[in-house]
């Protein structure tokens, strides 16, 4: 996942501590051996990913008011064996609860919504976006699923005009179409290409520049944001399962099992 985080690495072993070589001269010996042997135990598997997570880290802290949206309390620990990625483990529950607003597929009466927080130009939502279609293929009527842009736009340099032309398809009621195909051509997101897939969805098209041009739809793409943020959101993508943080693989049987433990 593309993280707001360390990826789960303990405080201590943050941009800023351990990993990145700060010495305190106040530790003692025996604190710094201890400290070198915890280095050795999670940095090697998160140094690829720690430039990326620094500058995202920015994006959510000026977002949270320097607050790093994480509820209180809450502890960070690998996911289950198996996964490639570290995943938060705490429940916490969804801060902006579903409303006409949002852009959803199935009836709101489905005994099960599924949100997904999302970043057009992830390569980890881009690698879910089959697994959710198949899910919705595999359990029917009986979901609802929701996106949410959730751009990490400090490390996507095309996800906020992505997000913002996915929302002027919505305000021409072809929302799901632009989500496709954005998801479907992850690697092609300039300027031009947006407008390929706006004509394609069958859009408006003096109206989708105009409103691109004017950045018509970033604040309602930044208040979904927020909403990610109020939620605990520090990856993407992040799912809720009846407003409850999924934790573990996302992949099909996996989010079935966790679906239908929620019907």
Not at 124 to 145: F, K, N, S
Request: contains cysteine; charged residues 20%; negative net charge.
């Amino acid at each position: 996942m593309t993280s707001m985080f360390a990826l789960g690495v303990p405080s201590t072993l943050r941009i800023g501590g351990i990993i990145s070589g700060e010495d305190h001269t106040s530790r003692t010996r025996r604190e710094k051996e201890s400290a070198m042997e915890m280095r050795s135990q999670f940095a090697s598997p998160f140094l690829s990913h720690l430039r990326e997570d620094s500058i995202a880290q920015t994006q959510l802290s000026s977002a949270s008011g320097g607050g790093l949206g994480i509820p209180t309390g809450s502890r960070l620990l690998p996911a289950p064996v198996g996964s490639s990625c570290i995943s938060v483990d705490f429940i916490v529950e969804l801060g902006s609860p579903v409303a006409e607003r949002d852009h959803f597929l199935g009836s709101p009466s489905a005994p099960v919504t599924l949100v997904e927080y999302g970043d057009f130009e992830c390569r980890h939502c881009g690698q879910a976006y089959p697994v959710v279609r198949e899910i919705r293929e595999l359990v029917g009527d009986w979901l609802r699923l929701v996106f949410r842009n959730f751009p990490l736009a400090t490390v996507h340099p095309h996800a906020q005009s992505a997000a913002e032309a996915a929302e002027a398809a919505s305000s021409q009621r072809r929302f799901w179409q632009m989500h496709d195909a954005l998801f479907e051509h992850q690697t092609q997101l300039s300027g031009r290409h947006l407008r390929l897939y706006a004509s394609q969805s069958g859009l408006d098209m003096d109206r989708f520049n105009r409103e691109m041009a004017a950045q018509t739809w970033a604040p309602s793409v930044h208040q979904q944001f927020l909403g990610g943020v109020r939620s605990g959101v520090n990856e993407t993508p992040t799912f809720f399962i009846n407003g409850v943080r999924y934790v573990g693989l996302i992949d099909a049987p996996s989010l079935r099992s966790a679906i239908e433990n929620a019907a």
